[in-house]
Protein backbone atom coordinates (compact mmCIF):
# COMPACT_ATOMS: atom_id res chain seq x y z
CA UNK A 1 0.00 0.00 0.00
CA UNK A 2 1.61 3.26 -1.07
CA UNK A 3 1.78 5.98 1.42
CA UNK A 4 -0.10 9.18 1.14
CA UNK A 5 1.61 12.16 -0.14
CA UNK A 6 0.91 15.89 1.39
CA UNK A 7 2.20 19.00 0.76
CA UNK A 8 1.50 22.27 1.81
CA UNK A 9 0.74 25.30 -1.02
CA UNK A 10 1.64 28.75 -0.23
CA UNK A 11 1.13 31.77 -2.14
CA UNK A 12 3.56 34.81 -1.28
CA UNK A 13 5.28 37.62 -3.03
CA UNK A 14 8.90 36.07 -2.02
CA UNK A 15 10.32 33.72 0.53
CA UNK A 16 11.66 36.19 3.15
CA UNK A 17 10.98 34.51 6.67
CA UNK A 18 10.30 31.33 8.59
CA UNK A 19 6.87 32.07 10.04
CA UNK A 20 4.21 31.03 9.54
CA UNK A 21 5.65 28.13 7.32
CA UNK A 22 7.44 27.19 10.18
CA UNK A 23 4.60 26.86 12.72
CA UNK A 24 3.24 24.84 10.06
CA UNK A 25 5.94 22.63 9.50
CA UNK A 26 6.17 21.65 12.73
CA UNK A 27 2.39 21.45 13.63
CA UNK A 28 3.06 18.43 11.27
CA UNK A 29 5.70 16.88 13.27
CA UNK A 30 4.29 17.17 16.66
CA UNK A 31 1.02 15.63 15.54
CA UNK A 32 2.87 12.41 13.33
CA UNK A 33 2.55 13.83 9.75
CA UNK A 34 5.37 13.66 7.16
CA UNK A 35 5.17 16.41 4.77
CA UNK A 36 6.28 15.72 1.49
CA UNK A 37 6.56 19.29 -0.48
CA UNK A 38 6.37 22.76 0.60
CA UNK A 39 5.14 24.43 -2.99
CA UNK A 40 5.56 28.17 -2.86
CA UNK A 41 4.20 30.22 -5.54
CA UNK A 42 5.76 33.75 -6.05
CA UNK A 43 6.80 36.58 -8.16
CA UNK A 44 10.43 35.95 -6.75
CA UNK A 45 12.26 33.30 -4.71
CA UNK A 46 13.30 35.16 -1.85
CA UNK A 47 16.69 34.51 0.25
CA UNK A 48 18.32 31.27 -0.55
CA UNK A 49 19.23 30.81 3.23
CA UNK A 50 15.36 30.30 3.81
CA UNK A 51 14.93 27.71 0.79
CA UNK A 52 17.65 26.22 2.40
CA UNK A 53 16.48 26.07 5.93
CA UNK A 54 13.23 24.42 4.61
CA UNK A 55 15.19 21.98 2.57
CA UNK A 56 15.87 20.37 5.79
CA UNK A 57 12.64 19.92 6.66
CA UNK A 58 11.02 18.95 3.47
CA UNK A 59 11.19 18.97 -0.52
CA UNK A 60 10.47 22.75 -1.36
CA UNK A 61 9.46 23.17 -4.82
CA UNK A 62 9.60 26.50 -5.47
CA UNK A 63 7.26 27.88 -8.71
CA UNK A 64 7.48 31.41 -10.03
CA UNK A 65 4.11 33.09 -11.89
CA UNK A 66 4.83 34.05 -15.39
CA UNK A 67 8.55 31.77 -15.62
CA UNK A 68 7.88 27.97 -14.21
CA UNK A 69 9.54 25.88 -16.75
CA UNK A 70 8.32 22.79 -14.62
CA UNK A 71 4.98 23.44 -15.23
CA UNK A 72 5.51 24.24 -19.20
CA UNK A 73 7.33 20.95 -19.47
CA UNK A 74 5.18 19.26 -17.77
CA UNK A 75 2.43 20.81 -19.59
CA UNK A 76 4.34 20.19 -23.18
CA UNK A 77 4.63 16.73 -21.98
CA UNK A 78 0.83 15.86 -22.78
CA UNK A 79 0.90 17.20 -25.96
CA UNK A 80 -0.82 20.60 -25.07
CA UNK A 81 -0.43 22.83 -27.28
CA UNK A 82 1.27 26.54 -26.65
CA UNK A 83 -2.16 28.36 -26.66
CA UNK A 84 -3.69 25.80 -24.43
CA UNK A 85 -0.63 26.29 -21.82
CA UNK A 86 -1.18 29.79 -21.98
CA UNK A 87 -4.86 29.76 -21.29
CA UNK A 88 -3.45 27.77 -18.06
CA UNK A 89 -0.51 29.39 -16.92
CA UNK A 90 -0.47 32.91 -18.48
CA UNK A 91 0.18 36.11 -16.62
CA UNK A 92 -1.24 39.09 -19.16
CA UNK A 93 -0.86 41.97 -16.32
CA UNK A 94 2.77 40.65 -15.11
CA UNK A 95 5.12 42.55 -17.29
CA UNK A 96 3.29 45.92 -17.44
CA UNK A 97 1.50 45.61 -13.63
CA UNK A 98 3.20 43.65 -11.96
CA UNK A 99 0.15 41.60 -10.76
CA UNK A 100 -1.44 37.68 -11.29
CA UNK A 101 -4.78 37.24 -10.83
CA UNK A 102 -5.52 35.25 -7.07
CA UNK A 103 -6.85 31.80 -9.26
CA UNK A 104 -4.25 31.74 -11.45
CA UNK A 105 -1.68 31.90 -8.72
CA UNK A 106 -3.62 28.88 -7.20
CA UNK A 107 -3.69 26.77 -10.33
CA UNK A 108 0.10 26.58 -10.32
CA UNK A 109 0.53 25.31 -6.91
CA UNK A 110 -2.60 22.86 -8.04
CA UNK A 111 -0.52 22.08 -11.19
CA UNK A 112 2.55 21.55 -9.33
CA UNK A 113 0.54 18.94 -6.74
CA UNK A 114 -0.88 17.19 -9.38
CA UNK A 115 2.82 16.56 -11.21
CA UNK A 116 4.76 16.22 -8.49
CA UNK A 117 2.33 12.72 -7.26
CA UNK A 118 0.54 15.11 -4.40
CA UNK A 119 -2.57 13.24 -2.54
CA UNK A 120 -3.55 16.00 -0.24
CA UNK A 121 -2.58 19.71 -0.81
CA UNK A 122 -3.11 22.29 2.33
CA UNK A 123 -3.21 25.64 1.23
CA UNK A 124 -2.81 28.41 4.12
CA UNK A 125 -1.89 32.26 3.99
CA UNK A 126 1.11 33.65 5.43
CA UNK A 127 -1.56 35.36 7.92
CA UNK A 128 -2.66 32.86 9.42
CA UNK A 129 -1.36 30.31 12.48
CA UNK A 130 -2.05 26.53 13.32
CA UNK A 131 -3.53 27.67 16.57
CA UNK A 132 -7.08 28.68 17.94
CA UNK A 133 -8.05 31.49 19.61
CA UNK A 134 -10.74 31.35 22.81
CA UNK A 135 -11.95 33.32 25.37
CA UNK A 136 -10.90 32.12 29.12
CA UNK A 137 -12.74 31.50 31.63
CA UNK A 138 -11.37 34.62 32.58
CA UNK A 139 -13.00 36.43 29.46
CA UNK A 140 -9.21 36.68 28.36
CA UNK A 141 -7.71 35.81 24.44
CA UNK A 142 -5.76 32.94 24.63
CA UNK A 143 -4.31 30.13 22.18
CA UNK A 144 -5.05 26.77 22.02
CA UNK A 145 -3.27 24.22 19.56
CA UNK A 146 -4.76 21.42 17.47
CA UNK A 147 -4.07 19.29 14.39
CA UNK A 148 -4.29 21.14 11.57
CA UNK A 149 -3.44 18.40 9.06
CA UNK A 150 -5.16 15.78 11.13
CA UNK A 151 -8.53 17.54 11.44
CA UNK A 152 -8.62 18.36 7.64
CA UNK A 153 -8.03 14.49 6.25
CA UNK A 154 -10.21 13.41 8.75
CA UNK A 155 -12.88 14.73 6.69
CA UNK A 156 -11.18 15.20 3.71
CA UNK A 157 -11.13 11.18 3.01
CA UNK A 158 -15.26 10.91 3.20
CA UNK A 159 -16.94 9.84 0.26
CA UNK A 160 -16.81 12.79 -2.52
CA UNK A 161 -15.31 15.28 -0.52
CA UNK A 162 -13.20 16.97 -2.49
CA UNK A 163 -12.63 20.15 -0.21
CA UNK A 164 -11.88 21.09 3.18
CA UNK A 165 -12.43 24.65 4.55
CA UNK A 166 -13.46 26.83 7.82
CA UNK A 167 -13.46 30.00 8.37
CA UNK A 168 -10.87 31.88 11.16
CA UNK A 169 -10.55 33.64 14.82
CA UNK A 170 -9.21 36.92 15.51
CA UNK A 171 -10.32 39.82 14.08
CA UNK A 172 -12.75 40.21 10.99
CA UNK A 173 -11.39 41.49 7.97
CA UNK A 174 -13.01 45.11 7.96
CA UNK A 175 -12.30 46.95 10.97
CA UNK A 176 -14.98 48.46 12.92
CA UNK A 177 -16.51 51.76 11.40
CA UNK A 178 -19.49 53.47 10.73
CA UNK A 179 -20.31 56.53 8.84
CA UNK A 180 -23.20 58.41 6.90
CA UNK A 181 -24.60 55.90 3.93
CA UNK A 182 -21.94 52.63 5.36
CA UNK A 183 -25.00 50.40 3.85
CA UNK A 184 -25.61 51.67 0.64
CA UNK A 185 -21.67 51.44 0.23
CA UNK A 186 -21.86 47.68 1.47
CA UNK A 187 -25.29 47.38 -0.78
CA UNK A 188 -22.77 48.13 -3.82
CA UNK A 189 -20.26 45.58 -2.92
CA UNK A 190 -22.68 42.84 -2.35
CA UNK A 191 -21.58 42.81 1.60
CA UNK A 192 -25.15 44.36 3.63
CA UNK A 193 -25.40 41.05 5.36
CA UNK A 194 -21.93 42.59 7.42
CA UNK A 195 -23.68 46.05 8.23
CA UNK A 196 -24.31 45.36 11.72
CA UNK A 197 -21.31 43.44 12.86
CA UNK A 198 -19.10 45.68 10.89
CA UNK A 199 -20.68 48.73 12.50
CA UNK A 200 -21.11 47.29 15.94
CA UNK A 201 -18.34 44.93 16.68
CA UNK A 202 -14.65 45.49 17.29
CA UNK A 203 -13.99 42.42 19.29
CA UNK A 204 -12.04 39.38 17.71
CA UNK A 205 -13.86 36.30 16.48
CA UNK A 206 -12.91 33.54 18.95
CA UNK A 207 -13.95 29.71 19.53
CA UNK A 208 -14.26 27.65 22.50
CA UNK A 209 -14.82 23.85 20.32
CA UNK A 210 -13.87 22.94 17.09
CA UNK A 211 -15.02 19.91 14.51
CA UNK A 212 -18.54 19.87 16.09
CA UNK A 213 -20.28 22.36 13.47
CA UNK A 214 -19.28 20.45 10.53
CA UNK A 215 -21.69 20.79 7.38
CA UNK A 216 -21.34 20.87 3.65
CA UNK A 217 -20.58 24.50 2.56
CA UNK A 218 -20.13 26.10 -1.33
CA UNK A 219 -17.91 28.66 0.42
CA UNK A 220 -14.89 27.47 0.77
CA UNK A 221 -11.61 29.66 2.50
CA UNK A 222 -8.11 29.63 0.54
CA UNK A 223 -5.99 30.41 3.68
CA UNK A 224 -7.79 27.46 5.58
CA UNK A 225 -8.29 24.90 2.75
CA UNK A 226 -7.70 21.23 1.75
CA UNK A 227 -7.72 19.64 -1.55
CA UNK A 228 -7.94 15.55 -2.32
CA UNK A 229 -6.14 15.32 -5.42
CA UNK A 230 -7.24 11.33 -5.69
CA UNK A 231 -10.54 12.98 -6.55
CA UNK A 232 -9.06 14.16 -10.18
CA UNK A 233 -12.03 13.22 -12.03
CA UNK A 234 -14.42 16.31 -10.21
CA UNK A 235 -11.34 19.05 -9.38
CA UNK A 236 -12.21 21.85 -10.91
CA UNK A 237 -8.98 24.94 -11.94
CA UNK A 238 -9.25 28.19 -9.76
CA UNK A 239 -10.77 31.40 -11.17
CA UNK A 240 -10.51 34.68 -11.02
CA UNK A 241 -10.68 37.81 -12.81
CA UNK A 242 -8.86 40.94 -13.12
CA UNK A 243 -9.54 44.87 -14.31
CA UNK A 244 -7.44 47.27 -15.10
CA UNK A 245 -8.76 51.23 -14.20
CA UNK A 246 -7.03 53.92 -14.66
CA UNK A 247 -3.54 52.37 -15.90
CA UNK A 248 -3.69 50.26 -12.60
CA UNK A 249 -4.76 46.62 -12.22
CA UNK A 250 -6.65 44.97 -9.49
CA UNK A 251 -7.47 42.04 -8.44
CA UNK A 252 -11.08 40.41 -8.14
CA UNK A 253 -11.28 38.47 -4.94
CA UNK A 254 -13.02 35.28 -4.48
CA UNK A 255 -10.80 32.62 -6.70
CA UNK A 256 -11.74 30.23 -3.16
CA UNK A 257 -15.58 31.46 -2.95
CA UNK A 258 -15.85 30.90 -6.76
CA UNK A 259 -14.25 26.86 -6.29
CA UNK A 260 -16.85 25.78 -3.95
CA UNK A 261 -20.13 25.67 -6.76
CA UNK A 262 -18.18 24.64 -9.47
CA UNK A 263 -17.33 21.42 -7.52
CA UNK A 264 -21.04 20.79 -6.40
CA UNK A 265 -21.74 21.28 -9.91
CA UNK A 266 -19.48 18.31 -10.57
CA UNK A 267 -20.81 15.97 -8.19
CA UNK A 268 -18.33 16.43 -5.47
CA UNK A 269 -18.66 18.18 -2.18
CA UNK A 270 -16.95 20.96 0.10
CA UNK A 271 -17.22 20.57 3.87
CA UNK A 272 -16.70 23.28 6.32
CA UNK A 273 -15.09 20.90 9.12
CA UNK A 274 -15.50 24.09 11.78
CA UNK A 275 -11.56 24.50 12.50
CA UNK A 276 -11.32 28.47 12.77
CA UNK A 277 -7.69 28.71 13.08
CA UNK A 278 -6.02 32.54 13.66
CA UNK A 279 -6.00 34.70 11.18
CA UNK A 280 -3.70 37.64 11.61
CA UNK A 281 -4.83 39.47 8.98
CA UNK A 282 -4.36 43.21 10.39
CA UNK A 283 -0.50 42.25 11.47
CA UNK A 284 -0.93 43.22 15.11
CA UNK A 285 -2.76 41.09 17.04
CA UNK A 286 -3.73 41.58 19.57
CA UNK A 287 -3.85 45.35 19.19
CA UNK A 288 -7.88 46.54 17.95
CA UNK A 289 -7.43 47.19 14.46
CA UNK A 290 -8.65 50.93 13.78
CA UNK A 291 -10.04 52.20 10.05
CA UNK A 292 -8.63 55.66 10.04
CA UNK A 293 -4.64 54.13 10.25
CA UNK A 294 -3.39 54.61 6.70
CA UNK A 295 -2.63 50.52 6.32
CA UNK A 296 -6.46 49.43 7.04
CA UNK A 297 -8.24 52.12 5.00
CA UNK A 298 -6.10 50.52 2.07
CA UNK A 299 -6.66 46.99 3.04
CA UNK A 300 -10.13 48.27 2.99
CA UNK A 301 -10.29 49.91 -0.53
CA UNK A 302 -8.50 46.96 -2.12
CA UNK A 303 -10.94 44.80 -0.77
CA UNK A 304 -14.18 46.79 -2.12
CA UNK A 305 -12.86 46.77 -5.45
CA UNK A 306 -11.63 43.03 -4.93
CA UNK A 307 -15.45 42.17 -4.48
CA UNK A 308 -16.50 44.61 -7.48
CA UNK A 309 -14.59 43.31 -9.59
CA UNK A 310 -15.49 39.61 -8.61
CA UNK A 311 -19.33 40.37 -8.20
CA UNK A 312 -20.28 39.56 -11.50
CA UNK A 313 -18.77 36.66 -12.41
CA UNK A 314 -19.92 35.54 -8.91
CA UNK A 315 -23.95 36.66 -9.84
CA UNK A 316 -23.49 34.85 -13.39
CA UNK A 317 -22.40 31.47 -11.58
CA UNK A 318 -24.68 31.29 -8.96
CA UNK A 319 -27.56 31.64 -11.69
CA UNK A 320 -25.63 29.08 -13.75
CA UNK A 321 -25.52 26.41 -11.51
CA UNK A 322 -27.99 27.22 -8.88
CA UNK A 323 -31.67 27.99 -9.91
CA UNK A 324 -32.30 29.40 -6.58
CA UNK A 325 -29.40 31.94 -6.82
CA UNK A 326 -30.36 35.57 -5.75
CA UNK A 327 -31.48 38.05 -8.51
CA UNK A 328 -29.70 41.13 -8.48
CA UNK A 329 -30.42 44.50 -9.26
CA UNK A 330 -27.83 45.93 -10.99
CA UNK A 331 -29.00 49.33 -11.49
CA UNK A 332 -30.16 49.76 -7.23
CA UNK A 333 -26.74 48.20 -5.80
CA UNK A 334 -25.03 50.81 -8.79
CA UNK A 335 -26.92 54.03 -7.48
CA UNK A 336 -26.44 52.67 -3.29
CA UNK A 337 -22.94 52.25 -4.60
CA UNK A 338 -22.25 56.24 -6.21
CA UNK A 339 -23.82 57.23 -2.72
CA UNK A 340 -21.81 55.05 -0.22
CA UNK A 341 -18.61 55.42 -2.39
CA UNK A 342 -18.68 59.41 -2.20
CA UNK A 343 -19.38 59.10 1.53
CA UNK A 344 -16.16 56.70 1.89
CA UNK A 345 -14.25 59.36 0.00
CA UNK A 346 -15.53 61.84 2.16
CA UNK A 347 -14.99 60.10 5.50
CA UNK A 348 -11.91 58.88 4.88
CA UNK A 349 -10.71 62.04 3.11
CA UNK A 350 -9.35 59.68 -0.30
CA UNK A 351 -10.60 59.87 -3.46
CA UNK A 352 -9.73 56.21 -3.96
CA UNK A 353 -13.55 55.37 -3.38
CA UNK A 354 -14.95 57.57 -5.99
CA UNK A 355 -13.47 55.19 -8.41
CA UNK A 356 -15.82 51.93 -7.23
CA UNK A 357 -18.64 53.14 -9.77
CA UNK A 358 -16.66 52.69 -12.61
CA UNK A 359 -15.00 49.67 -11.67
CA UNK A 360 -18.42 48.30 -10.15
CA UNK A 361 -19.49 49.13 -14.67
CA UNK A 362 -16.87 48.04 -16.35
CA UNK A 363 -16.71 44.45 -14.53
CA UNK A 364 -20.38 43.86 -15.70
CA UNK A 365 -19.16 45.28 -19.45
CA UNK A 366 -16.47 42.87 -19.12
CA UNK A 367 -18.48 40.14 -17.94
CA UNK A 368 -18.62 38.39 -21.65
CA UNK A 369 -14.86 38.10 -21.78
CA UNK A 370 -14.42 36.34 -18.40
CA UNK A 371 -17.09 33.89 -19.14
CA UNK A 372 -15.11 33.65 -22.40
CA UNK A 373 -12.03 32.55 -20.62
CA UNK A 374 -13.76 30.49 -17.83
CA UNK A 375 -15.17 28.33 -20.42
CA UNK A 376 -11.65 28.30 -21.81
CA UNK A 377 -10.08 27.49 -18.92
CA UNK A 378 -12.44 24.43 -17.95
CA UNK A 379 -12.50 22.81 -21.12
CA UNK A 380 -8.50 23.04 -21.51
CA UNK A 381 -8.39 21.71 -17.82
CA UNK A 382 -10.68 18.93 -18.51
CA UNK A 383 -8.69 17.94 -22.31
CA UNK A 384 -5.44 18.13 -19.38
CA UNK A 385 -7.19 15.85 -17.25
CA UNK A 386 -7.80 13.98 -19.81
CA UNK A 387 -4.79 13.44 -21.49
CA UNK A 388 -2.96 12.28 -17.57
CA UNK A 389 -5.20 9.69 -17.12
CA UNK A 390 -4.83 8.01 -20.47
CA UNK A 391 -0.72 8.59 -19.87
CA UNK A 392 -1.12 6.63 -16.85
CA UNK A 393 -3.24 3.98 -17.40
Same mark, same amino acid.
Given at each position: ????????????????????????? /????????????? %???? !?????? $?????????? =?????????????????????????????????? @??????? *??????????????????????????????????????? /?? #?????? $??????????????? *???????????? +???????????????????????????? /????????????????????????? %???? =??????????????????????????????? +? +?? &????? #??????????????????????? %?????????????????? @????????????????? +?????????????????????????????????????? =???? /??? &????????? !????????????
Amino acid at each position: MKSEKLAFGIITPSLTQLEPIQNFL /DNAKKFGHIIDDL %IVCC !YDFGKP $DIINFFQKEC =KVTMIKRGHSSFLQNSLKNLRLSNDEIQILLGTP @NLEKYGK *VAYGTSRNYILLAAMFLGIDYLLFFDTDVLPKILYKSKE /DK #CKFKGI $DFIGSHLKFLKEKNV *VVTTSDYTGYYI +IPKMNFPYLMELLQGIQKEDRFKYISLV /DAPVTRNFYLQNVFNTKKTLGGNLA %IDLN =KFDILPPFFSTTLILDNECFLGRGEDTLFGP +I +IY &HAGGR #CVDIDLFIFHNCFGDFPNTPHIH %IKKNIDRFFYACMGWIIR @NPFFNWLGKEYNEKAEE +IDYEKRLVALKIGSKAAAEHFNDKRFLKLPEAFELAYK =KLPE /DID &HFFRLTETW !YKMKTLIQNRTR
